[in-house]
């Protein structure tokens, strides 16, 4: 379970491929291309959550930015192509589908403007007259509306393609006060067939041919019609902290705390201070910019600049994540920048999570309905972990130079193994007092279940060759584990140690050893001595130890060659204290055995001792 949630909704940032865009006049409107297709500079941390890597991103000018780049970060994450099921493509309506909640009505528009029952209504409430009518670019309202408007006093009512009635005001004609109590009335009036998802106030300052809208707009959002995440959360006592407009959107409902900003720059630093508060619950943060100063407006540099604002602080939000800290990034609908619309747009949009849980590369495909996002969150804060059936078997022999089988890891690891010869094993290994038995992943739980704690069960992982993906090694430790096995053998990927990627070594090393003891079991890193040169063989020993592996291992017994007295030795010399050594790989008389003893070895790998 984690701790703390930090959601991240990038407004507006649509991947493109929305199977029914056509329907929503948004056919080939794609984002993220329209973003990329700007500059070559990278983004190293959003690729390295998986962006670049999620299933459909074949726009042409997505591939030309690609084939640029000197090299794209492998993912360390889950990612996905997420499809939106309401029936809208609105801020509101998005966020909602992320807190679990689908509509399956569209919002009401008003592409002739509001009907007169409507606006007679609202001057009627608010005691003034009303300007404009239309829908409008909210610049350029003011722009052709703020003198007549600063005349009359008459508020400026308008509406673009999405569900909202917008109220301009000067903010010398009309105080803030009181341009929050007329959108509040507004709200009130927007009901029932009319219900917009928001009200939204406009304030701006200035002269004609210079007004500018001021920071201080506020959303009135319709509430959602059932529980959303934020009540589930916040009734079971969790903290659910806004940052940025997700308050308005949910019409304050299920917020603990709420932390408005101006912006992008204001709501990343937020962010940033989050990350370092003692919390428990979720920190649900939305970055407005993208949609309100750039897609809307068609500002492709703009929206870029901003996309490589966040990169750069992403990369230290990552830095800040505790162990059991779990990040998602996402967005609630598309603004094609560089389409004619200044709509939003219907697209598919990214979804990348790292931390608890998700810190393994994981395709997770396409997925229909942002109510996913929901499921990982609750499941996150809310879930519960079970142990498993089988439990790992204590160990049950001590070691003794009287008895060189006491030191062995008896082995068969044959391809042609049957049930009775693992049962054959498990038998002489008892009778000798081996260390354990070493089998196939698919005789583990036959083996503990027929060894019923007699002698611990160890497998392989990632064998023989080392190069399958971190997320497949782990799955085979955790279900080994799971199955009876209480210590695991995996191959390293030699492939990425001879491409200089030791990074990546190291972190797969990490993750499978934390797997392993959280399932009591013990670690053993199988490093192929015979593949590698004297440095890299100095420098995996490091690496083992740092990654807190129980022990190094030589190799195999499938490789050109197996354990050397002199490899134990030069591993003996530097690994950590808390490391052992074991020596496999051609080890079949009890001379040889003691010869690696001797050396360093704590256990030996051997068939035919």
Known sequence: MAKRVFLIVLDSFGIGGAPDAASFGDEGSNTLAAVLSYSDRPFPNLAKMGLFSIDGEVDPRILNYLSKQESVPFPMGSYARVRELSAGKDSTIGHWEIAGVLSDKPQPTYPEGFPEEITTALSKACGRGILCNKPYSGTQVIADYGEEHMKTGSIIVYTSADSVLQIAAHEDIVPIEELYDICSKAREIMKGEHAVGRVI???????????????????FSLEAPSSTMLDVLKAAGLDVISVGKIFDLFAGRGITESNP?????????KLKAMTDRDFKGLCFVN??????????????KGYCDAMHEFDDALGDVIASLKEDDLLII?????????????????????????GEGFNVPCNMGELAGFTHISGIVL?????????????????????SDDNIMSYVDLTNLKTVATTDDIKALIDKAVSQGCASVCIPPCFVKD??????????????????????????????????????????????????????RTDEVSREIKLIADAVHAKGAILKVIIETCSLEEDEKIALCRIVTVAGADFIKTSTGFGSAGATVEDVALMKANIGPDVKVKAAGGIRSEEAAREMIKAGASRIGASRL
């Open 379 to 399: 499941n996150a804060l809310l879930g519960r972990k079970y142990e498993r059936r089988f439990v790992p078997a204590a160990a049950s022999s001590v070691q």
């Open 330 to 354: 996402t967005a609630d609908h598309g603004c094609d920048p560089s389409t004619e619309s200044t709509d939003h747009s219907r697209e598919c949009v990214p979804l990348m999570v790292y």
């Open 201 to 219: 106030a406009r304030p701006f300052t200035g002269t004609p041919g210079s007004f500018e809208r001021t920071p201080r707009r506020h959303d």
């Open 447 to 500: 083996g503990s279940s027929y060894a019923n704690g007699k002698i611990s069960i160890c497998t392989v992982i990632g064998f023989p060759n080392g190069y399958s993906t971190t997320g497949s090694k782990i799955f085979e430790a955790t279900e080994a584990c799971d199955n009876g096995a209480s210590e695991i053998d995996m191959v390293i990927n030699i492939n990425f140690v001879k491409s200089g």
């Open 287 to 300: 970055l407005v910019d993208f949609d309100m100063k750039y897609g809307h407006r068609n500002d492709i």
């Open 261 to 269: 900003t101006s912006g992008n720059t204001e709501g990343i630093a």
